[in-house]
């Protein structure tokens, strides 16, 4: 299959090859995206392409080209990056340059429409509206502080004052799916603008459950956005946007997998996995300029309240359970002050503000054959193991988590000489994170029967046995940890002409430490286990478990895991060709990080992924970025490609898990009058999904095409995804939860072919 997408691959490159040894005089140009779609940066006073840093930029024609429609579609043209789709909205772990998790804080940030979500439950939403994506990679810890270590996505939405009309959006595709998006742009006055939006989207999967006879990845989901932009007087902005997005989805469709012989079978759980959210963001951004400054200030609110549901064994048989309900409040507040670029000296300073009340109900449910399976273990006799049964086997907890962070930074750009700029930044930061919990552990434990007991005289009699007794082990307590960095900046530019350059980078990154509430049922299996024999007491009556200050010492010890620090060393260039005719962009890096975070499954049994620091870790990498047209720009093309080799330094050097070593992509377009065609493939790998590198997902690409027809007001466009139908993972576990080593697995989607109805008046 590999080898079908490569030849694929071959043929979207070979017109290129073509245009450029037949075509000797050609006027095309690739325009900077950056300089073309002018979007106010807050703290930027230097345009992407001439900063030291590696970047992408994706416009919204570009996206549709691509049949992007969230964070996860985008990451497989950005070089380095990886965002795996897990099965829901909820998880959407990033992963670049070399870090990355599942669970805990995310390595990459994200702003929408200059809001910082700080929860990474709401980064994974319905694109739609979008005007532009920018993806910054590297540490980003100067200018946007914690959690942007890896790198930064900046999503813009289309701005009213810039764009008016009705969009109408009608989509149609395989695995039943359909989408709806409608937005109204309306500017009735110089000084004000307005926008609304709606959209559905919802899909019967290509997945089914088939111990259940459900669809396994059967999603409904809908929103509206609204955007106020306001000009009250000469030099003042005002923009507020507020945005709702519902989502109902059955998710997390995972199989067994079998890793020799390559075989997916359909999931079986007995309970269907779903997950649900409803989130709010609100944002105002307000502006101020003079001729030389710009002063903003960006306040946001959010909220989230979702629920997860997962049968965590992925076995028809019933071992385990495990339920998540988030309610969260966010706020934030940023005051920035910056130049407007131009002179020899360009900076930018500000004070960044955010507090999160978070609240997690996290009960794990055992099932029959989970308890059946603790009564082995109690080291009982076993004719006394079989006359007793538990029930009632579940713990359930309420865990409060909130935190806030607060920090103050500068950059400067100077300029030394004419080519030569200086880049200097410093960011303090500090994170203040808490945990209030109250869980207990608790089942009923029933014995009925008789049991022989030798008597007097020596000769055995029967004893009656017939007790229902309940066992309880709460904890309760509530602690708190305090993290504090110095994020500074060093950068060198080049000035190479015709908007080309030269640059070094040194940077530090920081990911925010925190706490894993998904411990606390291994915490209590491990207590059991300690109890042992001590459960025959249960015949005489309930057993209470009390705990003492060493016991909660060692809890905190277990649940808390450390920041993680990095410092990135960077050369890359930004190169303007031929005449502007090509634009390339190439990097490498050396990282070093420091008490990596890791994800990992949770203890003996695997009660839910934790989050633990695996010491030390390095990336070395590539990236390189190209963007061309020709032929009178009837053709334009780009192409990607990162190497990462990302190693555990303290387990013997091993791969870090979930980061493929290879990225790449290739797009095309030719136009020709009213009709586009479009070529684009993508791929990664090898992927290890353990720290042993036991397991791994080899190299795979896939093969999507679209062709459109533009009629002005009317585009129609019919895509297609996987078009070579390749089969890949992008997630695998193992579990020994039965007794046996065995492998679940999310399968990539299968071939899809679509069609969209664009409509603008």
């Given at each position: 299959?590999?080898?079908?997408?490569?030849?694929?691959?071959?043929?979207?490159?070979?017109?290129?090859?073509?245009?450029?040894?037949?075509?000797?005089?050609?006027?095309?140009?690739?325009?900077?995206?950056d300089e073309v779609i002018v979007v106010a940066q807050p703290k930027e006073s230097v345009k992407l392409r001439r900063q030291p840093l590696s970047s992408s930029v994706f416009t919204d024609n570009e996206l549709t080209?691509?049949?992007?429609?969230?964070?996860?579609?985008?990451?497989?043209?950005?070089?380095?990056?990886?965002?795996?789709?897990?099965?829901?909205?909820?998880?959407?772990?990033?992963?670049?340059?070399?870090?990355?998790?599942?669970s805990g804080n995310p390595a990459v940030g994200v702003y929408y429409d200059n809001i910082p979500l700080v929860n990474k439950s709401s980064f994974n939403s319905h694109f739609y509206g979008i005007d532009r994506v920018d993806v910054l990679r590297g540490p980003q810890g100067t200018l946007y502080g914690m959690n942007t270590e890896g790198g930064l996505m900046r999503v813009y939405s289309k701005n009213p004052m810039n764009y008016q009309g009705t969009d109408l959006r009608l989509s149609l595709a395989t695995g039943l799916q359909s989408d709806v998006e409608i937005a109204h742009y309306h500017r009735p006055s110089d000084k004000f603008a307005f926008s609304t939006s709606a959209f559905y989207s919802g899909q019967k999967g290509f997945f089914d459950n088939?111990?259940?006879?459900?669809?396994?990845?059967?999603?409904?989901?809908?929103g509206g956005k609204a955007r106020l932009v306001w000009l009250p007087a000469d030099g003042w902005n005002i923009d507020f946007t507020t945005d709702y997005q519902y989502v109902n989805q059955n998710g997390f469709p995972y199989g067994e997998y079998d890793s020799e012989t390559k075989h997916f079978n359909e999931p079986r759980t007995t309970l269907l996995n779903g997950y649900?959210?409803?989130?709010?963001?609100?944002?105002?951004?307000?502006?101020?300029?003079?001729?030389?400054?710009?002063?903003?200030?960006?306040?946001?609110?959010?909220?989230?309240?979702?629920?997860?549901?997962?049968?965590?064994?992925?076995?028809?048989?019933?071992?385990?359970?495990?339920?998540q309900r988030q309610k969260m409040n966010a706020i934030t507040q940023e005051l920035s002050l910056r130049s407007l670029g131009g002179g020899k000296w360009n900076h930018a300073s500000g004070v960044f503000f955010s507090k999160q009340w978070l609240k997690t109900d996290g009960p794990v449910y055992f099932g029959e054959a989970m308890n059946n399976k603790i009564l082995t273990n109690m080291g009982m006799p076993a004719a006394m193991a079989k006359m007793l049964s538990i029930s009632d086997n579940y713990v359930p907890g309420t865990f409060r988590t909130p935190q806030w962070n607060v920090g103050v930074y500068?950059?400067?750009?100077?300029?030394?000489?004419?080519?030569?700029?200086?880049t200097l930044g410093l960011r303090y930061d500090y994170q203040k994170v808490s945990i209030d919990y109250a869980t207990q552990s608790m089942f009923t434990l029933t014995g009925k029967g008789t049991m022989m007991m030798p008597g007097q005289g020596g000769q055995m009699i029967q004893i009656p046995v017939d007790f229902t007794s309940k066992f309880v082990s709460r904890l309760e307590n509530q602690t708190d940890k305090g993290y504090s960095e110095l994020l500074p900046k060093f950068g060198l530019t080049l000035d190479l002409g015709s908007g080309s350059n030269l640059y070094a980078v040194v940077s530090k990154g920081f990911r925010a430490g925190g706490y894993n509430i998904q411990m606390f049922s291994d915490i209590f299996s491990n207590e059991q286990r300690e109890i042992g024999k001590g459960f025959a007491a249960m015949a005489k009556g309930d057993m209470t478990v009390e705990h003492t200050a060493e016991d909660y010492a060692k809890v905190e010890e277990t649940i808390t895991y450390k920041p993680e620090t990095s410092w990135n060393y960077e050369l890359g260039t930004h190169l303007n060709l031929f005449g502007g005719k090509l634009h390339a962009d190439a990097a490498v890096y050396y990282m070093r990080v420091r008490d990596l975070q890791l994800s990992v499954m949770a203890g003996d049994y695997g009660y839910g992924r934790q989050m633990i620091n695996a010491g030390r870790s390095s990336s070395c990498g590539v990236e390189l970025s190209l963007r061309g047209t020709a032929l009178d720009n009837r053709f334009t093309w780009a192409a990607t490609y990162g190497y990462t080799h990302s190693q555990l330094l303290d387990y013997e050097?091993?791969?870090?898990?979930?980061?493929?070593?290879?990225?790449?992509?290739?797009?095309?377009?030719?136009?020709?009058?009213?009709?586009?065609?479009?070529?684009?493939?993508?791929?990664?790998?090898?992927?290890?999904?353990?720290?042993?590198?036991?397991?791994?997902?080899?190299?795979?690409a896939t093969l999507g095409a679209h062709a459109m027809v533009d009629f002005g007001c009317i585009k129609l466009n019919v895509w297609g995804r996987n078009l070579t139908d390749t089969k890949y993972n992008t997630m695998l576990v193992n579990s020994s939860i039965d007794g046996t080593n065995r492998s679940f697995a999310q399968q990539g989607n299968p071939l899809q072919v679509g069609a969209d109805l664009i409509m603008h008046f």
């Open positions: 299959m590999i080898r079908k997408t490569l030849l694929a691959g071959s043929i979207v490159l070979f017109p290129f090859v073509c245009a450029n040894a037949f075509e000797r005089v050609d006027t095309a140009k690739v325009y900077d995206l080209s691509l049949n992007v429609r969230d964070i996860s579609g985008l990451s497989y043209f950005v070089p380095s990056m990886s965002i795996p789709a897990y099965g829901s909205r909820l998880t959407s772990s990033t992963y670049m340059r070399g870090i990355g998790s599942r088939t111990y259940l006879n459900e669809h396994a990845d059967l999603s409904n989901e809908f649900k959210r409803q989130m709010v963001n609100s944002g105002l951004h307000v502006t101020y300029t003079t001729p030389s400054l710009l002063f903003a200030s960006t306040t946001s609110h959010q909220y989230l309240y979702d629920q997860m549901v997962m049968d965590q064994d992925y076995l028809p048989e019933d071992y385990l359970q495990l339920e500068h950059e400067s750009h100077i300029k030394l000489f004419d080519l030569l700029t200086l050097d091993n791969h870090v898990p979930f980061i493929p070593t290879h990225t790449f992509s290739a797009m095309t377009d030719y136009r020709i009058g009213k009709f586009t065609f479009g070529l684009n493939v993508a791929g990664n790998g090898p992927t290890y999904w353990d720290v042993d590198n036991e397991y791994r997902q080899k190299l795979y």
